[in-house]
């Protein structure tokens, strides 16, 4: 055998092993027939056997799961074998679902996607494998999930959902997963030796959903103060998150400590400097504790003792100094980040420092004081500027290619595929590059899975992406089988939303539906493209397509989430049709034809509030009900729905909310949100026009901050199981987009 570290996993189950691949030519994986009989497994299937069974329970049987150990050339796998036994190898757990799906898409024509999946349609026996489908990773570091992403996208979710999640991820040949629940507990633990009592910490920590920016200086406190039990809890489920993690052979990325430390350190703990933080849209930030003077050794020590001894062991570490807008005060930041490093080499020898390109992060002046070959930045603006060099911007340092596709976990549909099948190719084979990954980073995950589908692909194919066929292609087996209509609804998505172009933005605008009420309301989120990025009638179009689909394949939880979804999004870009025609009939003091424009956008919310309804994924119930199960007491159950409803909305107090810019980042088109947030505050917002308009005086004005922070405060409950006929509505939205085009050409 080789020199490489072989992985090992935790769990063992009963399955059939056929082979051990044991040499392989340099940069060549060994030919699947080769075997040591005496030899052990590589590594145990265990783990991909259950992910197996999790994801493909009824046709699980049919699929024999063979361990390879990695050659130096990196992680491959490869498919054969005849109808109903289907071979598949693989040199890690994750690997081996890799394959799984490789088949699942490239030969039996169905999808798992994240979300939607066709599997219904699998025939009783699989198909057989023509030949032998063997693909080699092109990057070593498949990287998944943003800062983020545990606040967007739900931060009171159980293991089972955590699970789901990563068995998808393995499916689509992620490797290396960001895992910050339950970060809270080493800093809980370590800080109590520096002279802070649990409640001082308690009060610091902020709610989960809010704790991403906690982890990055950004604010603390908000939303708690938190229970010794919560935190208790959340450290389990982040321990059997890594777990999982590890027994599938992929990493766990865990938040590594950096400084960042509560007020009064430096009076508690004799030669601690710290330096101020400053404020983050109006929140105050946590102080920075200089990792240069002699206390810093001592607490990253501690952290990171705490963290190994709760979460285990791990090689890579997510951290990003000064992260927009910190300052270093008179702090030498060279020497800073090598102590940084210094301290995790130290807890973790030979780890790797994981972080965010974003902004003017990470600067040259930290990157010379580090190793750059034990650095990996994962850059989450690789899609979204023109004349990018990231090889000379960072000195050579590796990186992975990344995106965000969405901001906030934003519902808006599309994202930049053809910079992505352009770009990466070309990055990956220009002379010198340091190219050494993919980093699959919006801020909220759970929508948009074409677009996961296609971005984790890069990593394994040879060469360029082909956007026309790939999205062909995907039309079939998105439905689990070809259909002229969903062709052109795919190609009529590709050329619209998910043609988006690089130069300014790498997510599509948002919804005027969710935006704060004005006449000139350009977005929703302040920091969202302020217009269409793409002809609407693409949308409307796909919708008509969908439509028309062959009935045999509209049974499928992936038609029927795409189809709410289309018919939402095709419904959502009207607003940005009608607003101005409002606003030109008010300042003409034409009350018929304003009234007439207001009455066809109350209709129109009021039907996307039926229709997001009738998908589980569009429920805001499931989202609050989460949020309650956590609570070990009323007080508590109501504190954690606050920081679950506050962070879809106000996001803050009035201050970061308003002045700030933060309230409705994370908008969403929700039923829930639809009916109770949005809708009202239009309605209201149109009705003191309309009697400004009657009166000849200037509306008046409205507290939004406040209608919306009552609502956040709130405890009604919403449903949890969706209610209509997808297809029933998505019908309506086509017959009323249709009408009132109609309409406004006569």
Not at 62 to 90: M, N
Not at 118 to 139: D, E, H, K, Q
Not at 693 to 712: K, M, N, S, Y
């Amino acid at each position: 055998m080789g020199s490489r570290l072989i992985r090992r996993c935790r769990n063992t189950f009963v399955v059939t092993v056929l082979a051990v691949v044991t040499s392989a030519a340099p940069g060549v994986p060994a030919s699947p027939g080769t075997a040591a009989s005496a030899a052990a497994p590589a590594f145990d299937p265990g783990p991909a056997r259950a992910g197996l069974e999790r994801l493909l329970a009824s046709r699980a049987g049919q699929f024999t799961l063979i361990p390879v150990e990695e050659p130096d050339s990196g992680d491959y796998f490869s498919v054969s074998g005849a109808a109903g036994a289907i071979e598949v190898r693989g040199t890690s757990p994750a690997t081996l679902l890799t394959g799984v799906g490789w088949y699942l898409e490239r030969v039996a024509g169905v999808d798992i996607g994240w979300p939607g999946d066709s599997v219904g349609r699998l025939p009783a026996t699989l198909p057989a494998v023509s030949g032998t489908i063997t693909r080699s990773a092109a990057v070593p570091h498949r990287y998944a999930l943003n800062d983020t992403d545990e606040g967007y996208s739900g931060a009171y979710r159980d293991f089972a959902s955590y699970q789901r999640d990563i068995d998808l991820m393995a499916l689509h040949g992620v490797n290396e997963v960001f895992v910050p629940t339950g970060a809270e507990y080493p800093y809980y633990e370590a800080l109590q030796e520096f002279g802070y009592d649990a409640a001082e910490l308690r009060a610091w920590i902020p709610g989960p959903a809010h704790q991403a920016w906690w982890l990055l200086q950004n604010m603390s406190g908000f939303g708690g103060p938190v229970s010794e039990r919560l935190i208790e809890d959340r450290a389990a489920l982040g321990s059997r998150i890594a777990g999982h993690l590890r027994d599938l052979g992929m990493t766990p990325v865990l938040p590594g400590f950096f400084g960042t430390v509560p007020p009064g350190f430096a009076d508690r703990n004799s030669g601690a400097a710290t330096v101020p933080q400053g404020k983050w849209v109006g929140f105050a930030r946590p102080d920075w504790l200089d990792p240069t003077g002699p206390v810093f050794g001592d607490l990253a020590a501690a952290y990171y003792r705490a963290q190994r001894l709760r979460f285990g062991e791990t090689e890579m570490f997510k951290m990003d100094l000064l992260h927009e807008g910190g300052t270093p005060g008179t702090v030498d930041v060279t020497r800073a980040a090598r102590a940084v490093q210094e301290a995790l080499d130290t807890a973790h020898p030979g780890a790797t420092w994981v972080m965010l390109g974003w902004q003017k992060n990470p600067s040259a002046t930290l990157l010379n004081g580090v190793d750059r070959n034990r650095v990996l930045i994962v850059d989450g603006l690789s899609d979204r500027y023109e004349g990018l060099d990231r090889e000379a911007q960072w000195g050579g340092a590796p990186y992975a290619f990344g995106a965000i596709p969405n901001f906030g976990g934003h519902t808006t549909l599309g994202a930049n595929t053809g910079v992505w099948t352009e770009r990466f190719p070309t990055w990956l084979t220009r002379s010198g590059s340091a190219l050494r990954g993919i980093a699959y980073l919006p801020e909220g995950t759970g929508g948009n899975p074409a677009a996961f589908d296609l971005f984790t692909e890069l990593a394994w194919e040879p060469g360029p992406v082909d956007q026309g066929a790939w999205f062909a292609a995907y039309a079939a087996r998105r439905y689990g089988g070809a259909d002229p209509h969903a062709a052109a609804a795919w190609e009529q998505l590709r050329l619209g939303p998910y043609s988006g172009a690089s130069g300014t933005w790498s997510e599509p605008q948002d919804s005027l539906f969710t935006a704060r009420p004005s006449l000139t309301a350009a977005t929703a989120a302040r920091w969202s493209p302020t217009a269409m990025r793409y002809d609407a009638g693409t949308v409307e179009r796909a919708l008509s397509e969908l439509l028309r689909v062959a009935p045999a394949l509209r049974s499928s939880d992936a038609y029927r989430f795409d189809l709410v979804d289309v018919a939402r999004q095709a419904l959502t870009n009207r607003s940005r049709v009608l607003l101005p025609r409002i606003r030109t009939a008010y300042d003409a003091k034409d009350l018929a034809k304003f009234r007439a424009l207001v009455r066809e956008w109350n209709a129109d919310e009021e039907l996307l509030g039926r229709l997001v309804a009738a998908d589980r994924r569009f429920l805001l119930g499931p989202w609050l009900a989460d949020a309650r199960s956590w609570g070990a007491d009323a007080a508590e159950r109501d504190r954690l729905e606050y920081d679950a409803r506050s962070i879809l909305t106000t996001w803050a107090d009035r201050g970061p909310s308003e002045t700030g810019g933060l309230r409705d980042y994370a908008n969403r088109e929700w039923d829930g949100l639809v009916r109770d947030v949005y809708a009202p505050r239009w309605a209201a917002y149109f009705a003191g026009l309309d009697t400004a308009l009657v009166r000849g005086t200037a509306p008046a004005a409205i507290d939004w901050f406040a209608r919306d922070d009552a609502w956040a405060h709130g405890r009604q409950a919403y449903p949890t199981v969706p209610a209509g006929d997808p297809l029933a509505l998505a019908d309506e939205v086509a017959t009323a987009l249709a009408s009132a085009s109609a309409a406004e050409h006569r």
